[in-house]
C-alpha cells in the first residue's frame, strides 16, 4: 500500500467549516456550513460568497442546466439558486427524521440526500435512518434505509452504482447500491469496511471509478479501488470533504477544519480548503 506524505497546497483559510466541495465550471464550489454561506473560488484564487443559507448549507450539486442545489440542513430543504436568487426546490422535513448531510446530484438532475438520523453524537450510537432521491422536478422519496449517517455519497461514472459512507456504523464503511433506470436503489452490499477509529465522512470519485475517502479522525484522506481495496493513505489534518477537480483533473482538493463542534468551529474560524497533486 502506497502512503505519501505529501505537501499540500492551501487555497483559502479563515471559514468555521467548510463542506461539500464541488468542481463546477472551471471552479470550487463549496458550503461554510457554520459559517453559513456558500463560497467559489475560482482559478485565480479569488473567493465570491454566492450564497447565504441561515439553516447551515452542506452537500452541492448542479442540475443539468448548471443551476445549483444545495443543502439546506436544519430546515431540512434543498435550495436551488435560480438567477433571480435562492429558492426551495424540495421540503424534505417529512422524509428525513434529523438533519440533512451530505448530497450528490447525477447527470439528470436527480438528487440523493443523506441525513444524521437523530441529535445523537459518539459514542452514542446513531439512529438507523434513510437515503432519499429527489427528482429535478423537486419530487422526493426514500430510496433506502437503515443506514448509519449516510455521509458522503458518489455515483460511478455510468451511472449504474450509488456509494454512500455510513460514517457511524461500527465498523466504519463503504456501501454500494445499484442504481435503477428509474433512480431506485437495489442490490445492498458493502464495498469495504476500515479499521477502529476510521470514521469514513466525504467521498470522491476519481477518474477510474476510485473513491477518495476523508478520515478526519484518523487524520487522512484514503483511496479505494472501485473493486473495493484500499490502496493509498495520504496524511492531512482534520480533513472532512474532499472532491476531484482542477483543469485537468488531477487534483484533490479538500476542506479541513481544527473541529467539528459548532460552536468551537464559529469560535476558530480555522477551516481551510486545501489542494494536494495526484498527477
Known amino acids: 500500500m502506497q502512503t505519501d506524505a505529501v505537501p499540500h497546497e492551501t487555497l483559502a483559510t479563515g471559514f468555521a467549516f467548510p463542506e461539500g466541495p464541488r468542481w463546477h465550471q472551471d471552479a470550487l464550489w463549496f458550503s461554510d456550513m457554520h459559517g453559513h454561506a456558500v463560497f467559489r473560488l475560482d482559478a485565480e484564487g479569488k473567493t465570491e460568497k454566492v450564497a ?28 436551488r439558486l435560480d438567477p ?80 454512500v459512507a455510513e460514517t457511524r456504523s461500527v465498523p466504519g464503511r463503504l456501501t454500494a447500491f445499484t442504481v435503477t433506470a428509474s433512480g431506485d436503489l437495489r442490490a445492498r452490499r458493502t464495498l469495504i469496511e476500515f479499521g477502529p477509529g476510521e470514521l469514513p ?49 488531477d487534483a484533490l482538493f479538500v476542506c479541513s477544519a481544527p473541529t467539528w463542534l459548532p460552536e468551537e468551529a464559529v469560535r476558530l474560524h480555522g477551516g481551510s480548503v486545501h489542494r494536494l497533486n495526484l498527477a
Not at 437515503?131 to 451511472?159: Q, T
Not at 472501485?226 to 495520504?234: I, P, V
Open 84 to 163: 433571480s436568487g435562492l429558492v426551495e426546490h424540495a421540503d424534505l422535513s417529512e422524509l428525513a427524521p434529523w438533519h440533512l448531510n451530505d448530497m450528490t446530484v447525477d447527470s439528470s438532475g436527480r438528487a440523493y440526500v443523506g441525513n444524521f438520523g437523530d441529535g445523537s453524537a459518539p459514542p452514542d450510537p446513531p439512529k438507523p435512518t434513510v437515503l432519499i432521491a429527489v427528482e429535478p422536478d423537486g419530487s422526493s422519496r426514500i430510496v433506502a434505509d437503515d443506514l448509519h449517517f449516510p455521509n458522503g455519497i458518489v455515483i460511478s461514472r455510468d451511472g449504474g452504482t450509488l456509494i
Open 201 to 249: 465522512d466525504g467521498l470522491a470519485l476519481d477518474a477510474n471509478d476510485g473513491i477518495w475517502v476523508a478520515m478526519p479522525f484518523s487524520r487522512e484522506v484514503v483511496h479505494v479501488t472501485a473493486a473495493g481495496k484500499l490502496d493509498e493513505r495520504r496524511p492531512i489534518e482534520n480533513p472532512y470533504a474532499l472532491t476531484v477537480g482542477g483543469p485537468n483533473g
Open 52 to 79: 447565504d443559507v441561515p439553516e447551515c448549507p452542506s452537500g452541492l450539486g448542479f442540475l443539468p442546466d448548471g443551476r445549483l442545489l444545495i443543502v439546506s440542513m436544519h430546515d431540512r430543504r434543498v435550495m
